[in-house]
């Protein structure tokens, strides 16, 4: 099964797919790549903007290649992807993805953002308010 994870930032994404997820599943989160490629930041959510380049371009390499697999894993395939546009969403549908969208609301998002270091609070307050104002 392909579930695809959607919400604003600090909504809890990571965390949904962490409790859901099993051994072996595919899990892809632009945070978790962006951390990997440098593991030496005190908070994984404070990358550049060369890094978040770079990790998009992994990410989106990923997500095609686990598409790819379908039916062909036993494993469940996890892509958080915090607001696909149409194109992105036809595609996931094309391949019988579940969405799931988590939504703790917006107050919840704010209050889970002050409590992360300051680094990227702005960008992504603007995230978060971009997803509400979306919807």
């Given at each position: 099964?392909?579930?695809?994870?959607?919400?604003?930032p600090c909504a809890g994404?990571?965390?949904?797919?962490?409790?859901?997820?099993?051994?072996?599943?595919?899990?892809?989160?632009?945070?978790?790549?962006?951390?990997?490629?440098?593991?030496?930041?005190?908070?994984?959510?404070?990358?550049?903007?060369?890094?978040?380049?770079?990790?998009?371009?992994?990410?989106?390499?990923?997500?095609?290649?686990?598409?790819?697999?379908?039916?062909?894993?036993?494993?469940?395939?996890?892509?958080?992807?915090?607001?696909?546009?149409?194109?992105?969403?036809?595609?996931?549908?094309?391949?019988?993805?579940?969405?799931?969208?988590?939504d703790p609301g917006r107050?919840?998002?704010?209050?889970?953002?002050?409590?992360?270091?300051?680094?990227?609070?702005?960008?992504?307050?603007?995230?978060?308010?971009?997803?509400?104002?979306?919807?």
């Open positions: 099964m392909i579930t695809v994870v959607t919400g604003p994404k990571s965390t949904y797919v962490r409790e859901w997820s099993e051994k072996g599943d595919i899990i892809i989160d632009m945070d978790a790549i962006a951390s990997a490629m440098t593991p030496f930041l005190d908070d994984e959510h404070d990358y550049s903007n060369e890094v978040r380049l770079v990790a998009r371009e992994a990410r989106k390499g990923a997500i095609r290649s686990a598409l790819g697999l379908g039916s062909m894993t036993r494993h469940n395939i996890w892509i958080i992807h915090t607001s696909p546009d149409r194109e992105w969403l036809r595609r996931y549908r094309s391949f019988n993805a579940r969405i799931k969208t988590i107050d919840v998002c704010l209050a889970r953002l002050a409590e992360r270091p300051k680094g990227q609070h702005v960008k992504t307050r603007r995230v978060i308010d971009d997803w509400y104002h979306g919807r």
